[in-house]
């Protein structure tokens, strides 16, 4: 909060796009953080911790803001094609960081909800998927740092490995449902934090796409896959 | 398909600018009218109709494709700030229309999953629902259209009334879960539908928040509000 005395100074392209990437980096990380303290105190059924998870996402929405205000700025110097695409994944993958963010933050919501029930065996396998999600957000996180498009290509791989986690661990839960009329509630949450991984699964994996594009530029993007093999659960 | 001898004429650039909003309603409109069709389709239960659904929604793919292509054209003709925010908004609600339709494809791909049991009551809550959210995407599409950020705001004002009867919907289908336990897997289905439609919502609150920004500015954007109310269902 301190004045900057040197805000004024005009800085090089090179520095403010330098910025740009560690605030991406930045968020990314925080994202991450928020996603294991996440997957941590839904084991650990911890309410006092979720309160501070679900404060936390204003940060990283704050510094999604910065982000666009940054982009903006980069923007209007009228940059050249290899510096557009990456104010244009800067700005997309910031949008993806934002949204896990808000899944970390909503499995720590309804890990208080889950609180209020018995604890249930299928946290475990929640926690394996979340771990296996976690590993995919960090490793791209890490191509993003260090421009590597294959290293991102790996990622966007590794998504099949978490749908068809996630898809277990549904089918499991639909089970365990019809078994215990009780265990509906909790295992509803539990559904719905299976699928918040799984959608930050899809959001790592569009960060994976917006590397690539950056590294290699638009043409040779691959297609989006499509996902989500519950919907015809068998 | 035909090739336009024509091409390469270089178009002005309100031209394209022009052209740009006019692929952005096009898409809006493409999504409005997949979530109309999947909406009817969970209704009539009608299983070839939803295939063409999810077969439809590689279109809208393709037309962010094509709007984030132009973007980049456009960004790289040094706009002004008004142009460039226009631009970045663009792309902002190409990504959101692109995701509605995502969550209509995957209503109708759950339909045909909901057709393989007896009709359940719930299904007439869930379409009036998506009759809220669909008048959503109406009126924010014709805000963006008509520049109108009063619209647009209302449009955001409106999302209150879609969570209130999300969470009615939702605490009904847990009810009726308990109570029957052969109506899981379709409630199952059921409730990530409504949560889809909720999204659906959300998603028309960033469009209406991205005609603020592109009216107003940057500063005068409001703060998201957080939503889904569900994680604690009371």
Known sequence: M????????VRSYDEESQRLSGELLRMGRMAAAQLEAALDVVDRRDDAAAARIVANDEAIDALEAEVSHDVMKLALRGP??????????????????????????????????????????????????????????????????????DAAQRVRDSDAEVDTFYTGLFRELLTYMMEDARAITPCTHLLFMAKNLERIGDHATNIAENVWFLVHGADALPPREKRDTTSVPG
């Open 80 to 149: 050249l094609a290899r510096d557009l695409r990456g104010i244009l994944a800067a700005l997309r993958i910031a949008a993806d960081i934002e949204r896990i963010g808000d899944y970390a933050a909503n499995m720590a919501k309804r890990s208080t909800a889950l609180n209020t029930a018995p604890p249930l065996p299928h946290t475990r396998g929640l926690n394996a998927l979340g771990q296996l999600v976690l590993r995919q957000l960090r490793e791209v996180l890490d191509a993003y740092a260090a421009d590597d498009a």
């Open 2 to 9: 301190s004045t900057q005395p040197h805000d004024h100074i």
